[in-house]
């Protein structure tokens, strides 16, 4: 994404209800079930749902009491409180699988510690994380909004809003902002696809989406009428996983920053806090988020790598994009470090992340949500670092 001058730009959120969010909420639900009977068990769960299928697969290491009829109870849980209860798709009538297998030896003998190694990274990679002030929660404008339309319409199906009478959980919707001077000022197209009952009115649906979109964008920032799309296609009735094979791993820009900053590659969902990929994500973003926070920069970009069975990232790479308020990049890598432990422990225990916390991070964006004080979640969107950035760059 280019960040200064006029320009476009675009992104995409899915619902809950979108096959492959299915799929990562139920990979998620097994993950918090294993880490809720061990805080130290190990989790990498596929997920595969199709028409009245749920498929589990993957390699776990766990106790014996998390059985096989419990994750797929879970998996049928976590479909009812989506909303499956369709002829092609239900929580009820599903056939579901369990394939989970025991984790590698190969695997666990480089991630574990010993008494002369610290626990290694679970795999190796490069991570991003990024931040920007041109919202409140420091994510991408265009993501944001993409990702608070479809959660509003969610809220509003569950409280049974008139507005979206007869809407089904499977949607997905499009943002474009207009930039000038690298900040965006307004909506040029929005785009809603929702998948809904036999016999709903398109006139009717889209008049309710129209008001949520309006309730959602700032004032002044809605697209003329002829650029908002609801179901461009027409009738959407047949969706979720009966509609639309869904696979855990799949919406990965989604889950991050809709585009606009680079993407490691690995897919976070299902997976517990020693596969890197997840949580060396997850520490990316709360340094940058720090680091915008601090006033340091408007917009930073870190990347981490780690290679397996190896405990400390093999490099911090820092970019301000020209923003920065008279901050060496290159020191300011060197004070990341010092104000967190990025080795895979480290993180863990900073973020605290051995807990049963990960079903609710499946939709709507791993990033920009409000940290709960109460539950305990979202931690790394928490701006608890900005005093310790400031005070170690000055000394």
Request: charged content about 25%; proline content about 5%.
């Amino acid at each position: 994404m280019r960040k200064d001058g006029d320009f476009l730009f675009t992104s995409e959120s899915v619902s809950e209800g979108h096959p492959d969010k299915v799929a990562d909420r139920i990979s998620d639900t097994v993950l918090d079930a294993y880490l809720a009977a061990d805080p130290e068990a190990r989790v990498a769960c596929e997920t595969l749902v199709t028409t009245n299928r749920i498929v589990l697969a993957g390699e776990v290491r766990g106790p014996a009491s998390v059985t096989s009829e419990q994750l797929i109870e879970a998996a049928r849980e976590a479909v009812k409180d989506i909303g499956y209860d369709q002829a092609g798709f239900s929580w009820r009538h599903a056939h579901a699988a369990n394939y989970l297998h025991a984790q590698s030896a190969d695997i666990a003998v480089g991630v574990d510690s010993t008494d002369d190694k610290d626990e290694g990274a679970g795999d190796q990679g490069i991570m991003f994380g990024y931040a920007s002030n041109e919202t409140d929660t420091l994510m991408p404008a265009p993501l944001y909004y993409a990702h608070r339309i479809l959660h509003q319409i969610r809220d509003l199906r569950r409280a049974g809003d008139p507005r979206v009478a007869g809407l089904q959980p499977d949607a997905k919707s499009q943002v474009t902002l207009r930039y000038v001077n690298g900040r965006p000022v307004g909506a040029t197209s929005v785009v809603i696809s929702t998948q809904h009952d036999e016999g709903v009115k398109q006139d009717a649906l889209r008049e309710g989406l129209l008001a949520i979109t309006r309730d959602v964008l700032p004032e002044g920032w809605m697209p003329p009428e002829s650029e908002f799309y609801a179901n461009p296609t027409g009738v959407f009735v047949i969706g979720g996983p009966d509609g639309d094979c869904g696979l855990t791993g799949r919406k990965i820009i989604v889950d991050t920053y809709g585009g606009a900053a680079p993407h490691g590659g690995g897919a976070f969902s299902g997976k517990d806090p020693t596969k890197v990929d997840r949580s060396a994500a997850y520490a990316c973003r709360y340094l940058a988020k720090n680091v915008v926070a601090a006033g340091l920069a408007d917009r930073c970009t870190i990347q981490l790598s780690y290679a397996i069975g190896v405990s400390h990232p093999l490099s911090v790479y820092v970019d301000l994009d020209e923003t920065g308020k008279d901050v060496d990049e290159a020191r300011l890598g060197d004070v990341l470090r010092q104000v967190m432990d990025l080795t895979p422990r480290g993180i863990r225990k900073h973020l605290r992340l051995n807990r049963p916390i990960y079903a609710v991070t499946s939709a709507y964006g791993h990033f920009g949500r409000t940290p709960d004080d109460a539950l305990d979640t979202f931690t790394w969107e928490r701006t608890d670092l900005v005093d310790a950035l400031r005070g170690a760059l000055k000394a």
